[in-house]
């Protein structure tokens, strides 16, 4: 198990991206590219493209989302997107560029090669 955010658990999610190959995303979530900043004990900044978890940011990112890290264990941990749509409103979660990418992300259908690296990310992580 990896701390979640450490330079061990991008590791290992670098190791895991590799191992799983294209996820056949539908074209739009395969398209979306997004940073996130997250703050806290664990600051970090990483980066989604086609489906997959990266350490730092791009420059050709549309949207950049800030967020504490405790909210982002929150939302991951329950994989409940009220929490999210509660932490934005209280201003926990701030959207910087086109928020329509970041809305498209609760409507995606994620492919069942996603939905296993997920769950392979989420089960090697200590939160």
């Known amino acids: 198990m990896a701390k979640f955010l450490s330079q061990a658990w991008f590791d290992e999610v670098a190791t895991l991206n590799e191992q ?3 996820l056949n ?9 997004l940073n996130a900043k997250v703050t806290g004990t664990d600051s970090t900044e990483l980066h989604l493209k086609q489906g997959k978890l990266y350490q730092g940011l791009i420059d050709n990112a549309i949207s950049t989302v800030s967020i504490d890290s405790d909210t982002l264990s929150q939302i991951i941990n329950s994989g409940d997107v009220n929490i999210a749509i509660e932490a934005f409103m209280m201003g926990k979660i701030r959207i910087d560029g086109d928020m329509t990418q970041v809305m498209a992300l609760q409507s995606a259908k994620p492919s069942q090669e996603q939905k296993a ?10 939160f």
Request: aromatic letters at 4%; glycine letters at 4%; charged letters at 20%.
């Open 25 to 33: 995303l539908p074209p739009n979530l395969d398209a979306v590219l």
């Open 117 to 126: 690296l997920y769950k392979q990310i989420k089960a090697m992580t200590e």
């Open 20 to 22: 799983a190959g294209n």
